[in-house]
């Protein structure tokens, strides 16, 4: 009886290790995925002329967008998502070579902060 008590424990406790590394890994797919939106990082990153992202939204938001950010903290670009588009490419042609920040905002709130290297050739 104790051992099959242990053995059901055992696999309880595997089972609850494994659903919470794939959660993880797919986690590690997007910069943000919640129930009703999902956001992939930018790609390809580093770049040089553009990035792309994909996207789905079905929450009730007001605003989703992506707000760039020079090494100094100034705002150099935003784009909003567009609930009825699946991804969008975004133009780095304004941008010089170096390191920024983008952030995702949801109706005004900042979610994730990641970087993005621009090399122009």
């Known amino acids: 009886m104790i051992l099959r008590v242990q053995n059901l424990f055992f696999s309880v406790w595997m089972l609850a290790l494994l659903a919470s590394l794939s959660f993880a890994f797919k986690s590690d797919n997007y910069l943000y995925a919640g129930d009703?939106?999902?956001v992939s990082h930018l790609y390809p990153n580093p770049a040089t002329d553009f990035v792309d992202v994909d996207y789905q939204i079905t929450a009730p938001v007001r605003e989703v967008k992506i707000v760039f950010y020079n090494i100094l903290g100034q705002e150099v670009k935003d784009v909003t998502l567009e609930k009825d588009q699946r991804s969008?490419?975004?133009?780095?042609?304004?941008?010089?070579?170096?390191?920024f920040l983008y952030q995702l905002?949801?109706?005004?709130?900042?979610?994730?902060?990641?970087?993005?290297?621009?090399?122009?050739?």
Do not use: A
């Open 36 to 38: 009703r939106i999902q």
């Open 88 to 99: 969008v490419r975004i133009s780095l042609r304004d941008f010089n070579n170096g390191m």
């Open 105 to 121: 905002e949801i109706d005004g709130r900042s979610v994730v902060t990641k970087k993005l290297i621009v090399r122009k050739l």
